[in-house]
Protein backbone atom coordinates (compact mmCIF):
# COMPACT_ATOMS: atom_id res chain seq x y z
CA UNK A 1 0.00 0.00 0.00
CA UNK A 2 2.65 2.17 0.60
CA UNK A 3 4.42 1.90 -2.41
CA UNK A 4 0.95 2.16 -4.13
CA UNK A 5 0.39 5.82 -2.86
CA UNK A 6 4.12 6.85 -3.53
CA UNK A 7 3.33 6.27 -6.83
CA UNK A 8 0.24 8.54 -6.86
CA UNK A 9 1.67 10.90 -4.83
CA UNK A 10 4.97 11.19 -7.42
CA UNK A 11 1.94 11.23 -10.13
CA UNK A 12 0.09 14.27 -8.78
CA UNK A 13 3.38 15.65 -7.62
CA UNK A 14 4.65 15.36 -11.70
CA UNK A 15 1.04 16.65 -12.94
CA UNK A 16 1.36 19.67 -10.48
CA UNK A 17 4.84 20.35 -11.48
CA UNK A 18 3.93 20.54 -15.41
CA UNK A 19 0.88 22.53 -15.04
CA UNK A 20 3.64 25.21 -12.89
CA UNK A 21 5.52 25.41 -15.83
CA UNK A 22 2.78 25.66 -18.36
CA UNK A 23 1.81 28.49 -16.30
CA UNK A 24 5.47 30.01 -16.15
CA UNK A 25 5.13 30.11 -20.06
CA UNK A 26 1.96 31.77 -20.39
CA UNK A 27 3.13 34.03 -18.15
CA UNK A 28 6.37 35.02 -20.03
CA UNK A 29 4.64 34.92 -22.93
CA UNK A 30 2.47 37.61 -21.42
CA UNK A 31 5.06 39.87 -20.41
CA UNK A 32 7.13 39.15 -23.65
CA UNK A 33 3.91 40.69 -25.45
CA UNK A 34 3.47 43.15 -22.66
CA UNK A 35 7.40 44.56 -22.99
CA UNK A 36 6.80 44.89 -26.69
CA UNK A 37 3.82 46.78 -26.46
CA UNK A 38 5.45 49.25 -24.00
CA UNK A 39 8.45 49.62 -26.15
CA UNK A 40 6.18 50.87 -28.79
CA UNK A 41 4.64 53.95 -29.38
CA UNK A 42 1.28 54.55 -31.08
CA UNK A 43 3.11 56.80 -33.63
CA UNK A 44 4.68 53.47 -35.07
CA UNK A 45 1.15 51.93 -36.18
CA UNK A 46 0.64 55.24 -38.24
CA UNK A 47 0.60 54.65 -41.75
CA UNK A 48 2.22 57.41 -43.57
CA UNK A 49 -0.22 57.82 -46.36
CA UNK A 50 -2.97 57.59 -43.99
CA UNK A 51 -5.91 59.71 -43.87
CA UNK A 52 -8.47 61.47 -41.27
CA UNK A 53 -11.93 62.92 -41.69
CA UNK A 54 -13.38 65.29 -39.39
CA UNK A 55 -16.37 66.32 -39.50
CA UNK A 56 -17.89 69.65 -37.82
CA UNK A 57 -21.08 68.91 -35.80
CA UNK A 58 -23.27 71.87 -37.74
CA UNK A 59 -23.18 69.27 -41.08
CA UNK A 60 -25.95 67.20 -42.27
CA UNK A 61 -25.52 64.24 -40.61
CA UNK A 62 -26.12 62.02 -43.75
CA UNK A 63 -23.77 64.62 -45.52
CA UNK A 64 -21.39 63.08 -42.80
CA UNK A 65 -22.21 59.63 -43.50
CA UNK A 66 -21.69 59.87 -47.01
CA UNK A 67 -18.52 61.05 -46.27
CA UNK A 68 -17.45 58.24 -44.74
CA UNK A 69 -18.34 56.02 -47.03
CA UNK A 70 -16.92 57.83 -49.87
CA UNK A 71 -13.19 58.12 -48.40
CA UNK A 72 -14.29 54.48 -46.74
CA UNK A 73 -13.34 54.65 -43.25
CA UNK A 74 -15.56 53.14 -40.53
CA UNK A 75 -15.09 56.49 -38.08
CA UNK A 76 -14.52 60.17 -37.35
CA UNK A 77 -13.88 62.43 -35.03
CA UNK A 78 -16.76 65.10 -34.53
CA UNK A 79 -15.45 68.89 -33.49
CA UNK A 80 -17.31 71.75 -31.92
CA UNK A 81 -16.85 75.14 -33.11
CA UNK A 82 -18.19 76.64 -30.92
CA UNK A 83 -17.04 74.95 -27.38
CA UNK A 84 -13.69 74.41 -30.02
CA UNK A 85 -13.03 71.55 -29.16
CA UNK A 86 -13.73 67.12 -30.01
CA UNK A 87 -16.73 65.94 -28.86
CA UNK A 88 -17.16 62.32 -29.61
CA UNK A 89 -16.85 60.06 -32.52
CA UNK A 90 -19.31 59.50 -35.39
CA UNK A 91 -19.58 56.04 -36.87
CA UNK A 92 -20.99 54.66 -40.01
CA UNK A 93 -23.13 52.16 -37.21
CA UNK A 94 -24.43 55.63 -35.52
CA UNK A 95 -26.32 56.98 -38.75
CA UNK A 96 -27.76 52.87 -38.72
CA UNK A 97 -29.16 53.94 -35.04
CA UNK A 98 -30.15 57.10 -35.74
CA UNK A 99 -32.30 55.41 -38.78
CA UNK A 100 -33.52 52.45 -36.71
CA UNK A 101 -34.68 55.85 -33.69
CA UNK A 102 -36.69 57.57 -36.19
CA UNK A 103 -38.16 54.47 -37.93
CA UNK A 104 -39.32 53.65 -34.00
CA UNK A 105 -40.42 56.89 -33.00
CA UNK A 106 -42.00 57.63 -36.39
CA UNK A 107 -39.99 60.90 -36.92
CA UNK A 108 -39.48 62.10 -40.61
CA UNK A 109 -36.32 60.45 -41.93
CA UNK A 110 -35.93 62.48 -44.59
CA UNK A 111 -35.09 65.26 -42.22
CA UNK A 112 -31.69 63.45 -42.04
CA UNK A 113 -30.46 64.98 -45.12
CA UNK A 114 -30.71 68.65 -43.85
CA UNK A 115 -30.55 68.42 -39.87
CA UNK A 116 -27.05 69.06 -38.29
CA UNK A 117 -24.91 66.15 -35.64
CA UNK A 118 -25.48 68.50 -33.09
CA UNK A 119 -29.40 69.32 -33.64
CA UNK A 120 -29.62 65.27 -34.01
CA UNK A 121 -27.67 64.89 -30.54
CA UNK A 122 -29.77 67.31 -28.89
CA UNK A 123 -33.07 66.05 -30.02
CA UNK A 124 -31.98 62.39 -28.90
CA UNK A 125 -30.50 64.11 -25.01
CA UNK A 126 -34.29 65.29 -24.79
CA UNK A 127 -35.74 62.34 -25.62
CA UNK A 128 -33.81 60.61 -23.03
CA UNK A 129 -34.82 62.89 -20.76
CA UNK A 130 -38.12 62.37 -21.12
CA UNK A 131 -38.14 58.57 -21.69
CA UNK A 132 -35.37 57.61 -19.36
CA UNK A 133 -34.09 55.53 -22.57
CA UNK A 134 -30.80 56.16 -24.47
CA UNK A 135 -32.13 56.17 -28.60
CA UNK A 136 -28.54 55.58 -29.29
CA UNK A 137 -24.85 56.55 -28.15
CA UNK A 138 -22.59 58.49 -29.74
CA UNK A 139 -19.12 58.01 -27.83
CA UNK A 140 -17.35 60.50 -26.27
CA UNK A 141 -14.04 61.40 -27.79
CA UNK A 142 -11.38 60.09 -25.77
CA UNK A 143 -8.02 60.63 -27.01
CA UNK A 144 -4.43 59.77 -26.93
CA UNK A 145 -0.87 61.24 -27.48
CA UNK A 146 0.81 60.10 -30.47
CA UNK A 147 3.58 59.39 -27.97
CA UNK A 148 2.11 56.84 -25.58
CA UNK A 149 3.10 53.45 -25.52
CA UNK A 150 0.62 50.69 -27.21
CA UNK A 151 0.49 49.47 -24.15
CA UNK A 152 -1.67 52.84 -22.94
CA UNK A 153 -3.62 52.64 -26.04
CA UNK A 154 -5.11 49.44 -25.60
CA UNK A 155 -5.25 49.32 -21.98
CA UNK A 156 -7.70 52.66 -22.85
CA UNK A 157 -9.57 51.06 -25.18
CA UNK A 158 -10.04 48.20 -23.51
CA UNK A 159 -11.27 50.33 -20.23
CA UNK A 160 -13.81 52.44 -22.47
CA UNK A 161 -14.85 49.46 -24.32
CA UNK A 162 -13.93 51.43 -27.45
CA UNK A 163 -13.46 50.26 -30.76
CA UNK A 164 -11.75 53.39 -31.89
CA UNK A 165 -8.80 55.52 -30.39
CA UNK A 166 -7.95 58.89 -31.85
CA UNK A 167 -4.43 59.61 -31.78
CA UNK A 168 -3.97 63.47 -30.95
CA UNK A 169 -0.43 65.57 -31.75
CA UNK A 170 -0.72 66.98 -28.56
CA UNK A 171 1.17 70.23 -29.89
CA UNK A 172 -1.61 71.53 -32.22
CA UNK A 173 -4.52 68.82 -31.26
CA UNK A 174 -4.36 67.47 -34.92
CA UNK A 175 -5.76 63.90 -34.79
CA UNK A 176 -3.53 61.75 -36.63
CA UNK A 177 -5.08 58.77 -36.89
CA UNK A 178 -8.13 56.64 -35.39
CA UNK A 179 -6.44 52.86 -34.16
CA UNK A 180 -8.42 49.89 -33.27
CA UNK A 181 -7.42 46.72 -31.99
CA UNK A 182 -6.75 44.64 -35.29
CA UNK A 183 -4.37 47.77 -35.93
CA UNK A 184 -1.78 47.02 -32.80
CA UNK A 185 -2.02 43.23 -33.77
CA UNK A 186 -0.99 43.79 -37.41
CA UNK A 187 2.64 45.96 -35.92
CA UNK A 188 2.68 42.83 -33.37
CA UNK A 189 2.77 40.25 -35.26
CA UNK A 190 4.80 42.31 -38.55
CA UNK A 191 7.28 43.54 -35.88
CA UNK A 192 7.11 40.90 -32.89
CA UNK A 193 9.92 38.59 -32.57
CA UNK A 194 10.96 35.85 -30.03
CA UNK A 195 12.93 32.96 -30.65
CA UNK A 196 11.12 31.23 -27.29
CA UNK A 197 7.69 28.93 -27.73
CA UNK A 198 5.50 30.44 -25.62
CA UNK A 199 2.35 30.72 -27.81
CA UNK A 200 2.04 26.60 -28.01
CA UNK A 201 -1.23 26.76 -25.78
CA UNK A 202 -4.88 26.29 -27.91
CA UNK A 203 -7.46 29.51 -26.89
CA UNK A 204 -9.73 26.80 -25.52
CA UNK A 205 -7.01 25.94 -23.05
CA UNK A 206 -6.41 29.65 -22.31
CA UNK A 207 -9.78 30.32 -22.41
CA UNK A 208 -9.70 33.00 -24.88
CA UNK A 209 -12.87 34.18 -26.25
CA UNK A 210 -16.62 33.25 -25.71
CA UNK A 211 -18.15 30.04 -25.78
CA UNK A 212 -21.78 28.44 -25.13
CA UNK A 213 -24.51 30.34 -23.78
CA UNK A 214 -22.50 33.55 -23.39
CA UNK A 215 -22.77 33.07 -27.72
CA UNK A 216 -25.04 35.21 -29.23
CA UNK A 217 -26.70 33.98 -33.07
CA UNK A 218 -28.81 35.58 -35.34
CA UNK A 219 -30.57 33.42 -38.33
CA UNK A 220 -31.05 33.41 -41.58
CA UNK A 221 -34.66 34.44 -41.85
CA UNK A 222 -34.72 37.15 -39.12
CA UNK A 223 -34.98 40.97 -40.23
CA UNK A 224 -31.95 43.20 -40.42
CA UNK A 225 -33.65 45.49 -37.62
CA UNK A 226 -33.94 42.53 -34.91
CA UNK A 227 -30.50 41.43 -35.96
CA UNK A 228 -29.02 45.26 -35.02
CA UNK A 229 -31.34 45.08 -31.91
CA UNK A 230 -29.72 42.17 -30.68
CA UNK A 231 -26.08 43.58 -31.27
CA UNK A 232 -27.42 46.72 -29.50
CA UNK A 233 -28.18 45.14 -26.38
CA UNK A 234 -25.46 42.64 -26.45
CA UNK A 235 -22.88 45.48 -27.61
CA UNK A 236 -21.78 43.57 -30.61
CA UNK A 237 -20.16 44.94 -33.54
CA UNK A 238 -20.92 41.60 -35.23
CA UNK A 239 -23.25 38.64 -34.98
CA UNK A 240 -22.16 34.83 -36.85
CA UNK A 241 -25.31 34.41 -38.70
CA UNK A 242 -26.53 30.44 -38.12
CA UNK A 243 -28.25 28.21 -39.91
CA UNK A 244 -30.69 26.83 -37.63
CA UNK A 245 -31.34 23.42 -38.61
CA UNK A 246 -27.32 22.61 -38.40
CA UNK A 247 -25.87 25.05 -36.14
CA UNK A 248 -23.38 25.50 -38.85
CA UNK A 249 -22.05 29.22 -39.44
CA UNK A 250 -23.07 30.23 -43.15
CA UNK A 251 -22.27 34.05 -43.07
CA UNK A 252 -21.29 37.20 -40.64
CA UNK A 253 -23.40 40.50 -40.51
CA UNK A 254 -21.27 43.04 -39.02
CA UNK A 255 -22.61 46.30 -38.29
CA UNK A 256 -19.80 47.98 -40.47
CA UNK A 257 -21.43 46.60 -43.21
CA UNK A 258 -23.68 49.50 -44.99
CA UNK A 259 -24.57 47.84 -48.12
CA UNK A 260 -28.01 48.22 -47.69
CA UNK A 261 -27.55 51.88 -46.87
CA UNK A 262 -25.75 52.35 -49.92
CA UNK A 263 -27.84 50.42 -52.24
CA UNK A 264 -30.72 52.82 -50.57
CA UNK A 265 -31.86 55.94 -53.17
CA UNK A 266 -32.47 57.75 -49.85
CA UNK A 267 -33.47 57.34 -46.63
CA UNK A 268 -36.86 56.09 -46.62
CA UNK A 269 -35.31 53.36 -48.99
CA UNK A 270 -32.76 53.14 -46.22
CA UNK A 271 -35.99 52.72 -43.39
CA UNK A 272 -37.11 49.88 -45.57
CA UNK A 273 -34.41 47.98 -46.23
CA UNK A 274 -34.34 47.33 -42.01
CA UNK A 275 -37.25 44.88 -42.44
CA UNK A 276 -35.06 42.21 -45.05
CA UNK A 277 -34.46 38.91 -44.07
CA UNK A 278 -30.64 38.62 -43.06
CA UNK A 279 -30.10 35.68 -45.92
CA UNK A 280 -30.39 38.76 -48.35
CA UNK A 281 -28.28 41.47 -46.65
CA UNK A 282 -25.80 38.52 -46.88
CA UNK A 283 -25.88 38.05 -50.32
CA UNK A 284 -25.22 41.68 -51.23
CA UNK A 285 -22.72 41.95 -48.79
CA UNK A 286 -19.06 42.47 -50.12
CA UNK A 287 -17.55 39.01 -50.38
CA UNK A 288 -13.85 40.49 -50.97
CA UNK A 289 -12.20 38.40 -48.34
CA UNK A 290 -9.60 40.61 -47.85
CA UNK A 291 -12.55 42.57 -45.82
CA UNK A 292 -11.59 42.42 -41.97
CA UNK A 293 -15.03 41.30 -41.16
CA UNK A 294 -15.20 38.41 -43.70
CA UNK A 295 -16.18 34.91 -42.26
CA UNK A 296 -12.59 32.51 -41.31
CA UNK A 297 -12.94 29.79 -38.70
CA UNK A 298 -10.38 27.90 -36.42
CA UNK A 299 -10.66 25.08 -34.47
CA UNK A 300 -10.78 25.15 -30.93
CA UNK A 301 -7.39 23.28 -31.03
CA UNK A 302 -5.89 26.49 -32.61
CA UNK A 303 -2.92 27.84 -30.83
CA UNK A 304 -2.34 31.21 -30.17
CA UNK A 305 1.24 30.91 -32.69
CA UNK A 306 -1.13 29.06 -35.60
CA UNK A 307 -3.32 32.62 -34.67
CA UNK A 308 -0.54 35.14 -35.15
CA UNK A 309 0.21 33.23 -38.26
CA UNK A 310 -2.92 33.44 -39.97
CA UNK A 311 -3.43 37.14 -38.50
CA UNK A 312 0.22 37.58 -40.63
CA UNK A 313 -1.38 35.94 -43.71
CA UNK A 314 -5.04 38.17 -43.53
CA UNK A 315 -5.65 40.15 -41.24
CA UNK A 316 -9.40 39.55 -39.34
CA UNK A 317 -11.51 41.42 -36.77
CA UNK A 318 -12.31 38.33 -35.56
CA UNK A 319 -12.49 34.27 -35.38
CA UNK A 320 -15.32 31.99 -35.54
CA UNK A 321 -14.66 28.67 -33.87
CA UNK A 322 -16.04 25.74 -35.03
CA UNK A 323 -16.10 22.03 -33.84
CA UNK A 324 -15.35 19.12 -36.74
CA UNK A 325 -18.94 18.74 -37.84
CA UNK A 326 -18.20 22.63 -38.70
CA UNK A 327 -20.62 23.95 -35.98
CA UNK A 328 -20.44 27.09 -34.53
CA UNK A 329 -18.88 26.59 -30.54
CA UNK A 330 -17.41 30.02 -30.10
CA UNK A 331 -15.92 33.37 -31.20
CA UNK A 332 -12.07 34.74 -30.73
CA UNK A 333 -11.85 38.62 -31.69
CA UNK A 334 -9.36 41.06 -31.92
CA UNK A 335 -10.23 42.73 -28.41
CA UNK A 336 -10.58 39.23 -26.85
CA UNK A 337 -6.31 38.62 -27.90
CA UNK A 338 -5.77 41.67 -26.75
CA UNK A 339 -7.39 41.69 -23.45
CA UNK A 340 -5.56 38.47 -22.80
CA UNK A 341 -2.14 40.00 -22.53
CA UNK A 342 -3.69 42.87 -20.50
CA UNK A 343 -4.84 40.53 -17.86
CA UNK A 344 -2.42 39.22 -14.91
CA UNK A 345 -4.24 35.90 -14.34
Not at 2 to 23: A, K, Y
Not at 115 to 124: K, V
Not at 152 to 161: D, K, Y
Given at each position: ??????????????????????????????QAILQFLEQHACFSVLRASGKVVVFDTRIPIQLAFYALVEHDMLAAPLWDPVKCQFVGMLTVTDFIDILRYYKATGKDVSALAT??????????AEDSRKSGHHPFCIRPFV???????????????????HDFLPIVFTEDMRVLACITYTNVLEHLVLHFREQRRLFDDS?????????????VVAHPNQSLSDALALMHQHSLSALPVVDPSTSKIIGVYSRSDITFLTKA???????????????????QSRQDVTTPDALRTCSQSYTLQAIFETFAQVRFNRLYVVDQQERLIGVVSARDLVAYFLSSD
Open positions: MESETLGINQGVSSTTVMQNERQVVRQAGRRGIAEILREAGADSACTLKQACEQLHRNSISELGIGTYGNALTDAEHAVKNLELPLSEILS
